[in-house]
């Protein structure tokens, strides 16, 4: 039977075959397995079938604890249901996954293998998360490839229909789930002749069912649980068996065939190294390549390493082994060895013991662990562990792929070793983000992989940040299958793309030119100027490998062609050109054809603009004949600044320019504890266009530097005696701050750290009175002021910070005098969210605790290499943590008891001190006033005075005052995250601190999607706005999370906009600081995934107020006591409709085009609920709140 | 009984009034509803060449956008499979909308450019319209472009839709062509069988204290039919058109002016966004009355009773009618 061939990764792969063969889908959005689930709900909202006819139910829970427990309840009652998830999803499956087991269920989770969070959180692939669930009953099974992940996701579910053990199919996460690979697609014959349907009536007939009633679940004693358990027995010692009559069954029906344990290499090996997933395809390959040359090696590949049959895995072990490397891709600190390796010693013991070793001496094994978060894992490391097992005493728990200078664990290798087929072509391209380099890439793959006799391959690096972010595309193709699980090595690669000239001054992109082979620049230089401008080291690097050279000016074909940034198609068509794998009328064609294909639904412009860059392109295609010498004395730019503190300039800075692979343990830190104050060293310089001031025009507002998502705009007042040494460029008049006369004003940009998002010309409220065009900022190119404003900017921060006593900070221009302690995130440019943290940190960051929840906020908060989070000259700054994405709101109070009870001891020490330490510093710190800014420097100072008597008292307690004495000067703990966190998977425990009437401020950035994670559902998701997991628009209404909060009477609430009042923004903040019960601010935060135009975030923010859609308020328990309504509804009435804001942004406007009538549908009920919900507020606001005439009691006490 | 019936781009037509492009006829129960309320045709709102493309474009940029940038997030939006953005879903309405009414259905074009975006011209007349008006709204900003340029501009795309399709072709113009009767005469010979007196350009205003320049629309009142009756009436007999006059209809008595002076129908839509759909009836209502009153038996009588060729003084449509207007003017400021 003649199947399909596609090109497509993992996820995609086994998504189709899950889909096909079940009913309801529970689904949560998790790196790196998000993809399934979404390709499920746009499915099924497509109304596509399963192999029965009817379109399987997908419902989006509220964590991947919710999705196990409604996949639970869905199999007890008969269905066929299934779930996707990864990491620490997973683990919070568990629970579940005992009781699916223990009731003999079968289901098959589909698991894209990802690290589980230690000292760090990691999105990248390992075992981790799989191993941790090898002890809860479930058959796993692993797939190293992208057909095997397709392959094994319908052989999983034949076997666990038929042995009733539930099965988790894993496959490793972005290595496999994210490569896009050739494969050969499963009909839905395939599907029907491999799943008998027997068995799934079968499962039905167990189902729970009130017409034959059961019941299970139930509670067990001493006396009969023991043999309960035992039960099962029969069915697990069956499994392995039905798993290979299944892949035989496979096998006959497709020609691909698998084994529980895959033996490949010499018949003769004496060294066999045995491993499970990708890595295992890379082992396989590397000991083809060491056996054709003479070795005597092989590799066991583990299918289903659960239930571990040590009998077919000795099964498959030549006799003649005498070592044997077992590889885990996890870490167990603490244990006898990995889970993989220990299985192998026992198996390898029992074998011999009880006679069915195919050896009769015990061969020497050693375990090893590779590969943890997607580490590279190449044939060169592969070899290094054959070398090894050269060894008369191989070393046993090493590790290999890095350099361990700490505990010498680590083996060596030898990087140039390469396998690579001299038939395959091997590509490797730089891009940025937005300019679709990574787009057409996929798209290059698919026109290879299914329009040619080509097999492809296709796998894409992308480094952490939201806003220039920097990309790399690893492409291979050529006449045979592609099993190389891995990036192409330096000096491999036949042709080097640099989509971008920029990254020549930062990045070593030649390093992976192979000899004599391609390099292509997007190049302003034409061909007989580009030379002379290139940088030293790339000049040298063409020489010396001889490299053909050719430079397109793409983004000038884009500008002409109407494509703007996007040269995606233009360096496609360049590559096609070059790399000559198709001829060149055809590659335009198929390039055309895969246009129409991907455009054509949005419309005949974006194809017809699309088709003008292909043509376009080959004309303005150069080659440039290379000189014979190096000209340029121009060489790369360092990573970062010379003045640079040790650990930027040793440890962050080479993951900076994508070096970190060459860290050795020793650079980094032990617990995963990193300075703050480091995103200042990176100088991303991203921005094409920055603001400029006009200081005539400016009014001294401070809107512009409190809208900033990246706190590169800024004020400073200060004495005009600093202006001696002002640099001549810089700008400065007169202030117009009534706290500072005689002062001068500089407002001044940091134009190597903006994004050029241009939210702070929006918000600039002052027009020039000749040209209303113009503002007191405007946007000019970058490039010509770069030298100049980087001199100004040093010479800004050179100027005293304001003093922070001396002006009330109640008024937005006052409080923007504040040093921001966030600066330079790598958040989208133009981020709604982090202008609030950045606000929270001016306002509170010197003596502020931050938890922060999972989600964009601790990515551009906390991956490396660098960190927003900074600190003042007294070195004082926010102090931040990530516990967990379901765990922030416990996490920060926790943070608030530590808080509560180390001053409730330092003020008790104090007091039984009193007479050593002094009765009146004792009493002044005791009784002191911490409200104000001045209160608490007054506060610092006296807890200063007290650590000097405190060093000359040698009572112990002193000893013991002097840990805690910092607690008794105010502290703050905010508790951060998105929508997804506070409305879904955290509710239950937010809900519990709010409750508890602790002392914490909990701030929810509220995009109205898990945004980090790409713009799935949340409750937060308003009616009528599309996101994926609701594909058809969003149904219901937004849940009402300040509403419910309310309703404990002692919570502060406010819902705030920043666009839309600033002021009542930062009124807010205060009054949740100030308030010594829980608070919570709900934020809107506009963002990417809106759909919007960033730029005018601002105005959505409005338009949403104006709509009612988010009308702002502040509930202020404190007012009770004053007898009053707590709640002060702070915006008007609904005064435009819900569409004139709406339909503004692309999450809502694309339902009116892809399903007009339930756009409106929707559209209409949402406005209903704006009428609605205003009334309750309404009515709620104006309610006369006196208690007999006393008002409110007040705060509960906290206990 | 009066016989209200006329005849426009060949449609025999109930009565003499038209509900003009608006957004009255973005829904096929909006166009069930003026039909309800007795208009005798219907033109479509208007599918406008920049809005097609200005869609597509920003659709595909927003989907687009922040794509395979960043490793947890490859896209931030499900894909919806189809997107209604080019014409089909203006088609759809027009099939709908001639399955569920009577009276004809007339698909509108705004555009200026001979694109590929002319074609829609034949689809909307395989969607089942009986006739196409072309709506010509160009506001020239670029110095070095000429009006004779822009004319032939004009004629081209006329000649090119014209080309397209069998069904009759109406043109909306504006009322700032330097020559009019030379131009409309043009119009006609590149295959416009009416024309459509005046486009109402929207005009913004400012805000003086945001200094901002803000979209606004009014709408007509009865004093604005002066400028097309002036030009019916002229045009009337000279060109080979059947006309229409729009802007300012909003009474029987100017359904009646508008005839006289030469239209085969008036069109109208701010008094029915004014008033609601019942105005209709009530003007037709108003001009049966009137009829019945002044004992006319039908609208043919009537049409172009009062044009320029027509009338007892042509000169009143000329530079003299001006002069004894200002002199009323002064008179009125004397008492």
Known sequence: ?1199 | MVDLSTRYLGLELKNPLVASASPLSKKLDGIRRLEDAGVSAVVMYSLFEEQIVHESLALDHYLTRGSDSFAEALTYFPDLGRYNVGPEGYLELIRKAKESVGIPIIGSLNGVSSGGWIEYARLIQEAGADALELNLYYLPTDPALTAAELEANYVGLVADIHKQIRIPLAVKLSPFFTALPHFAQQMVQAGAKGLVLFNRFYQPDFDIETLEVVPSLVLSTSEELRLPLRWIAILYGRVAADMALSSGVHTGQDVIKALMAGAKVAMTTSALLKHGLKRAGEILQEMQAWMETFEYQSVQQMIGSMSQQAVAEPAAFERANYMKALLTYDNRLIY
């Open chain 1, 1 to 1199: 039977m003649s199947r399909n061939v596609i090109t497509i990764d993992a996820n995609e792969a086994v998504a189709h075959v899950a889909y096909r063969l079940n009913e309801v889908i529970a689904i949560y959005p998790i790196t790196p397995s998000s993809g399934m689930g979404e390709l499920a709900d746009e499915w099924s909202a497509k109304r596509i079938p399963n192999i029965w006819g009817t379109v399987p139910l997908v419902v989006e829970m509220q964590s991947e604890g919710g999705a196990a427990g409604a996949v639970h309840g869905a199999l007890q009652t008969g269905s066929l249901s299934t779930t996707f998830t990864a990491s620490q999803g997973l683990l919070l499956m568990i629970p579940n996954m005992y009781k699916i087991a223990g009731e003999l269920t079968p289901t098959v989770f589909h698991v894209s293998a990802r690290t589980v969070a230690t000292h760090a959180l990691s999105i990248f692939g390992d075992h981790s998360d799989v191993m941790a669930t090898r002890q809860t009953g479930w058959a796993l099974l692993a797939s190293r490839s992208v057909q095997e992940a397709h392959d094994n996701a319908l052989i999983a579910q034949a076997a666990t229909l038929e042995s009733r053990v539930p099965f988790l199919h894993f496959f490793d996460g972005f290595r496999t789930s994210h490569e896009i690979n050739k494969i050969e697609f499963l009909s839905e014959d395939d599907l029907r002749a491999m799943i008998n349907y027997e068995l799934v009536s079968q499962h039905r007939a167990r189902a729970l069912s009130p017409d034959h009633p059961v019941i299970r679940g139930t509670a067990q004693n001493p006396d009969v649980f023991f043999q309960s358990r035992e039960r099962c027995n029969p069915y697990y010692q069956a499994c392995p068996e039905i798993v290979q009559k299944v892949m035989d069954r496979f096998a006959q029906l497709t020609g691909r065939q698998y084994h529980l344990f895959d033996y490949a290499g010499a018949p003769d090996a004496e060294r066999v190294i045995i491993l499970m997933g990708s890595g295992a395809e890379t082992a396989e390959e590397t000991a083809r390549y060491l056996m054709e040359r003479g070795e005597k090696v092989g590799v066991v590949t583990v299918h289903l390493y659960r239930p571990f049959s040590a009998r077919h895995l000795l099964g498959v072990l030549p006799a003649t082994v005498r070592k044997i490397a077992v590889l885990d891709r996890t870490k167990e600190p603490g244990a006898a060895g990995e889970p993989l390796y220990e299985d192998v010693v026992a198996a390898v013991y029992e074998g011999l013991n009880q006679g069915f070793a195919p050896f009769s001496q015990a061969p020497v094994i050693v375990g090893g662990r590779y590969g943890l978060s997607s580490k590279e894992f190449t044939p060169a490391m592969v070899k290094a562990v054959f070398d090894e097992l050269k060894q008369d005493l191989p070393r046993n728990h090493f590790t290999v792929g890095i350099e361990d200078d700490v505990t010498h664990l680590s083996l060596a290798y030898d990087p140039s070793f390469s396998i690579e087929d001299p038939q395959t072509v091997r590509c490797v391209f730089f891009g940025l983000g937005a300019d679709g380099t990574v787009s057409a890439n996929k798209n290059s793959i698919k026109i290879i992989g299914e329009e040619t006799d080509n097999y492809a391959q296709g796998y894409f690096v992308y480094d952490s940040k939201k806003s220039g972010s920097v990309t790399i595309s690893h492409l291979r193709f050529g006449p045979k299958p592609i099993r190389a699980p891995y990036l192409i090595g330096e000096g491999d690669a036949n042709f080097v793309a640099c989509h971008q000239f920029s990254f020549l001054e930062r990045l070593d992109v030649l390093k992976y030119a192979k000899p004599g082979g391609v390099f292509l620049l997007n190049s302003i230089y034409p061909a007989d100027k580009v030379w002379d401008e290139l940088p030293r080291e790339v000049q040298e690097a063409i020489i010396a490998k001889k490299l053909r050279f050719y430079v397109i000016d793409a983004y000038e074909v884009a500008n002409k062609t109407g494509m703007g940034g996007r040269i995606n198609t233009i360096m496609q068509t360049c590559f096609f050109a070059i790399s000559g794998v198709l001829p060149q009328e055809e590659a335009i064609a198929q390039i055309k054809k895969s246009i129409q294909k991907t455009y054509g639904k949005r419309g005949e412009a974006v194809v017809q603009r699309n088709f003008a860059a292909v043509d376009q392109a080959l004309a303005h295609l150069q080659e440039v004949k290379v000189p014979d010498k190096v000209t340029a004395n121009r060489t790369r730019r360092k990573p970062v600044a010379d003045e640079a503190p040790e650990f930027v300039r040793e440890t962050l800075a080479p993951m900076m320019i994508f070096e970190g692979d060459r860290l050795p343990v020793s650079k980094l830190p032990a617990d995963g504890t990193f300075p703050t104050g480091t995103a200042k060293w990176e100088k991303r310089n991203i921005a094409l266009e920055i603001p400029v001031w006009d200081p005539e025009v400016c009014i001294q507002c401070g809107k512009c530097v409190m809208v900033c998502p990246h706190a590169v705009i800024r004020m400073k007042v200060y004495d005009p005696k600093y202006l001696e040494n002002a640099p001549a460029t810089f700008k400065s008049t007169d202030a117009r701050f009534k706290e500072f006369p005689g002062m001068k004003y500089t407002l001044q940009v940091s134009p190597e750290d903006c994004t050029g998002c241009a939210l702070c010309v929006e918000a600039c409220p002052a027009k020039n009175k000749s040209q209303v065009g113009l503002k007191a900022i405007n946007m000019a190119p970058q490039p010509p002021l770069r030298e100049q404003e980087r001199e100004n900017w040093e010479f800004f921060l050179s100027l005293p910070e304001v003093d922070r006593t001396a002006i009330s900070v109640s008024t937005v221009k006052n409080s923007q005098l504040l040093e921001p302690l966030f600066e330079f995130s790598g958040a989208c440019a133009g981020c709604g969210e982090t202008p609030y943290l950045k606000l929270m940190s001016q306002l509170f960051g010197d003596r502020v605790v931050i938890a922060n929840a999972t989600g964009c906020s601790s990515i551009y908060g906390g991956n490396l290499p660098t960190t927003p989070w900074t600190f003042n000259r007294e070195g004082r700054g926010p102090a931040w943590s990530n516990s967990l994405f379901e765990d922030n709101a416990e996490f920060g109070l926790g943070m608030r008891l530590t808080i509560d009870k180390q001053t409730e001891f330092a003020r008790e020490l104090l007091q039984s001190l009193a007479a050593e330490v002094g009765e009146s510093l004792v009493d002044a710190i005791l009784n002191a006033d911490q409200r104000s800014e001045a209160g608490i420097r007054e506060q610092r100072q006296r807890v200063a005075l007290l650590k000097e008597r405190l060093a000359g008292i040698k009572d112990f307690r002193a000893r013991l005052l002097m840990d805690v004495a910092d607690f008794l000067v105010r502290k703050s703990v905010w508790i951060v995250g998105g929508d997804g966190w506070a409305y879904d998977i955290g509710y239950g425990g937010l809900d519990h601190v709010l409750a508890s009437g602790r002392d914490v401020n909990i701030l929810v950035l509220d995009t109205e999607v898990y945004s980090n994670t790409g713009g799935q559902a949340s409750k937060a998701t308003p009616r009528a706005a599309v996101a994926k997991f609701a594909a058809n628009g969003k149904g219901l209404p937004k849940k009402d999370l300040g509403l419910i909060a309310m309703t404990y009477g002692y919570v502060y609430v406010a819902k705030v906009a920043m666009g839309a009042n600033d002021q009542h923004t930062l009124r807010a903040f205060l009054e949740a600081d100030a308030y010594e019960g829980p608070s919570l601010i709900i934020a809107y935060s506009h963002c990417i995934a809106h759909g919007i135009d960033m730029r005018k975030g601002l105005d959505q923010q409005k338009l949403a107020v104006q709509a009612g859609v988010w009308p702002l308020f502040r509930y202020n328990p404190m007012l009770l006591e004053e007898g009053k309504n707590p709640l002060v509804l702070d915006s008007k009435e609904p005064s435009i409709p819900v569409s004139e804001y709406a339909y503004n942004e692309t999450r809502y406007r694309m339902l009116t085009q892809s399903d007009e009538q339930r756009a409106e549908m929707l559209l209409k009920a949402a406005q209903e609920d704006v009428k609605r919900r205003w009334l309750q507020y309404k009515q709620m606001a104006e309610m006369i709140m006196r208690i007999n005439g006393n008002g409110h009691e007040g705060v509960p006490a906290q206990d």
